[in-house]
Structures are given as C-alpha cells and as structure tokens.
C-alpha cells in the first residue's frame, strides 16, 4: 500500500495547499496522539485489537460457514448502518458486483437487507427459495427497528412455509443484552457475539464481517493478518511522520481548520472497491460530526465524507471538484493492478477517433484516467491524496480497514471529540420508537406531534 501525499502541498497547488514543514513540525503532537490511542486500546479503543483477538474465533466462524456453504444456496445479512455496510464491502470488494449471477461461484448468493422498504423486502421474500436460505440477523443493541421488523418479516415468511426457525437464522448480538440475545435462547438459534466495546462502524473484522465473509469464500485469515500488518507498523513507525495512518488524518485536520476544507471525497477506481467509500463515509460521520468535545465544549465539527467511483463519476461530479469551491479535500484510491484484465484487439473500424483504445489492455484506460484526473484536480489547486493498494485481495483489504479505523480515530483525537459514541444517531432511533408507540418512549412522540404541527404550516401543493 502507497500513501502519496505531494498534491496536497502548497509547493504543488499553490496556496490552497499545506506548507510541508506545518507537517513535519506536527512531529511532537502527533507522538502524543498515538500514545493518547494506545492508552484506550484496551477501552474505548478495543476495535483497534480486533485483528490479534479474533485469531481465537475463527475457527468457530469457519466451522459454521462451512455448514452453511453445504446446506444452503442464500446467505442474507439483516442489519443496517456498521452491521451491514462492512459486510457489503468485504463482498463487492473481494467477489465483486455479478457474484450472484457467476457460473463460477461455489458458494451461497449473498443478499443484503439493509432496509425497510416493504417494496423490497417483499420482493427478496417472495423471489427466494426461503428453504435454501440462511438469515444472519446482526444487531449490536439487538434492538433496532429496522432488523427487528426484518426480522419479523423473515420469520413470519419462514413460519408460512412451515419452516424450522433455528434451521434459518443465526444471530449476531451482544454478549448478554438485548432482545435478540434473549431470542437466541427461546429459538435455540446460533448466535455469534459482539464484544461490547466493539461499536457498529467498527465492527467489521468481528463475527460481524466475518462470518458472511467465510460463506462466501472471502480468506479471512488473510483479512486479519493484513489489518494486523498495518498495526504492527504504525506500533514500529518512530517517526509519526512517516506514518500514513497519523499523517492522513494530521491532513484532514489542518485543511479542515485552517483552509476550511469540510469534505472529504473517497474517489475510488474500482467498482469492487466503490464500497469502501460507503464504509467509510459511516465511518468518518459518525465519528467526527459532533456536537460537543470531550469536555463538553459546544462545537458542531465535522467533515463530510462523499465516495465516488472513477472513471464514472468524473463525468458527473469532477466538474465541481475543479471550478467549485475550495472546500474538498480528494483521496483518490485504486489498485496498481486489476485482477481480471485482458488485450484488446479492437478489430471494429480504422478510425483515428477510437485507435488509440486498439492493441493495449483494457485496464490502460482506467489507470489513464487515475492519473488524468489527478493532474486535473492538481491544476486546478484543490488538495489530494493518493492511496494505492497493489491489487484487490483479502490482506490489502485488511490493511486499508485497519488503516481507516485508526485514521479517524487519530482525527477524533486532534479535533478532540469521541470517535466511538453516536449519541444523534441513538436520539433518531428513539424518535422512531416514539412514533410507533414502543413503550416507554411515549415522550419522544409527543416532540413529533409537535414537529407536525410547525411543519403543516407552510405547504405548496403541485399539480
Ligand atoms: O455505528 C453504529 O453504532 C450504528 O450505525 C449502528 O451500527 C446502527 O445503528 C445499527 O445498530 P445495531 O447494530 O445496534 O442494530
């Protein structure tokens, strides 16, 4: 994995750019954000261990997606926000975007349902053979709406047909609490724990990614050693510096409150890895946008993380990226080598519009277009990175998760906030438990009641 950070710097972008040496100054502040982080990494910063604790669980999570590879044809994940959005990106990452439809594929069809929408849950319902289907429900508070009323939609579809419940479901909770907890033992359905300090955007490389990564096939061995590759480099790197995992969030931080850059573009080309912008966008919200800091100080910080996918995407937003204000800070990622690549002979017409595409490998135009649109975001002064991976596998996939967790940790260490909690996010699921009168929650309605009545006032009907 490479981190180039040349064109974030004024000696190459001119004054939206950062002086080289505020960065090499940072050396001081940065040594006591990584002793900050290591201090927590048995608390608050537990996720951090993920890829040395997990070693002792795999063996149980590849014994089960053995069974399940044998026995079923559809493997659905229930979840949504961190028990979902990991998941996703481990399995467009490593299987890519037609998995399901592959005549190659060996193991079960993997389907996501990661929303509410009756349309589509009816759909995926009714379209799988739910005998050959396997449900892994995952909540950490094992309580959220969304999963639950999946999960009453999947059980109700299963008890219609007849079926064994225990025989379809696996659950994905916490150790001791929560409703789902309390149904594995009622429904005697295997259930994978989450530990408690693993919070949900963090949770990937718990049972959580894990186990729908080993049914599909994913080597989840190689996952955790990459990501345990990247801590154990950031523990030996002595100059913070030269550490990417400090300096990319040191970067973010400066242009954020001295440039007022407050979003950040993933701009990824690969559609496998498009996903990683979606991770990471949770990621990087809802662990930085806060109201308050630590000391309860009033801040309201935050950057907004935006992913988009190259070459598509620039024929749809690089325009702004160029002309528009300077308020964006790009990091554009891609592997060195695509895994599926081939010649293109290109026998169609002799037309010198479309020759220069003959008698190369179809990956030249996309690796073009990366350094295309790097020179141009560079011309036209806005500040970017580059990461580059050598190619899309389980241990550079691993690097660049564990790369991610601890960069916006480190970023919730200098802005001085908590990159763990979600209180607005905890405060929206209550709202929502008001409205459908869950006890207890009778207070939260009537702020809804009252919400309509202000917000009926001022309405245009069009016809
Ligand atoms: O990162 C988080 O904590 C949240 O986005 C959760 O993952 C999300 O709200 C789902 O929560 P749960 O796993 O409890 O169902």
């Known amino acids: 994995m490479k981190f180039n950070y040349s064109n974030m710097l004024e000696e190459a972008i001119g004054k939206h750019g950062l002086p080289l040496n505020s960065l090499l100054e940072s050396r001081t502040s940065l040594n006591q954000i990584k002793e900050r982080i290591q201090k927590k990494i048995n608390k608050d910063y537990y996720p951090l261990q993920l890829p040395e604790v997990m070693a002792s669980h795999l063996d149980k999570i590849k014994k089960t997606a053995k069974k399940i590879q044998e026995n079923y044809e559809n493997f659905v994940i229930v979840g949504i926000g961190g028990s979902s959005l990991g998941n996703e990106l481990l399995h467009y990452a490593i299987n890519g975007i037609y998995y399901n439809d592959s005549i190659s594929r060996k193991t079960p069809r993997i389907y996501f349902m990661d929303n509410i929408d009756p349309e589509s849950t009816k759909t995926l319902l009714t379209m799988l053979d739910l005998k050959k289907t396997m449900f892994n429900v995952i909540t950490k508070s094992g309580s959220t709406a969304e999963t639950m009323q999946n999960l009453l939609s999947i059980t109700d579809a299963l ?53 729908s990564a080993a049914v599909e096939g994913i080597n989840i061995d190689a996952l955790l050693r990459g990501a345990e590759l990247v801590k154990k480099n950031i523990t030996k ?27 950040n573009t993933l701009f990824i080309y690969s559609d496998g890895l498009s996903h990683l912008g979606t991770w990471y966008r949770q990621l990087l919200s809802e662990s930085i946008g806060k109201r308050f800091t630590r ?84 011309t036209s002064g806005k500040p970017s990175v580059a990461i580059e991976i050598p190619e ?72």
């Open 295 to 378: 000391s309860e100080k009033q801040i309201f910080t935050g950057i907004t993380p935006i992913g988009v996918r190259g070459a598509t995407d620039q024929h749809s937003m690089l325009q702004l990226f160029m002309e528009g204000p300077f308020d964006k800070f790009i990091i554009f990622i891609a592997p060195v080598k695509y895994r599926k690549d081939f010649n293109l002979k290109g026998n169609l017409i002799n037309d010198e519009n479309i020759n220069y595409l003959k008698n190369k490998k179809a990956s030249q135009l996309i690796k073009s277009e990366f350094l295309a649109t790097q020179t141009a975001i560079k």
């Open 159 to 211: 008890k219609k047909e007849n079926l064994d419940l225990k025989k379809h479901l696996i659950f994905t909770t916490g150790p001791e609490k929560g409703l789902l907890r309390k149904l594995s033992y009622e429904l005697s359905v295997e259930t994978f724990a989450i530990h408690p300090l693993v919070g949900g955007r963090y949770s990937v490389l718990s049972a959580v990614g894990l186990l």
């Open 237 to 263: 790197e002595s100059n913070p510096v030269r550490c990417a995992a400090l300096l990319l969030p040191l970067i973010q931080y400066k242009l954020y409150k001295e440039r007022g850059v407050n979003i």
């Open 392 to 463: 899309i596998n389980e241990e550079e996939l691993g690097k660049l998760i564990y790369f991610a967790e601890y960069e916006v940790v480190a970023l919730g260490e200098m802005l001085n906030v908590d990159p763990i909690n979600q209180p607005a996010v905890e405060f929206g699921k209550q709202l929502t438990y008001g409205i459908m009168k869950r006890k207890g929650f009778e207070e939260k309605n009537e702020k809804i009641m009252e919400f309509k009545k202000v917000c009926e006032k001022h309405i245009i009907k069009i016809p």
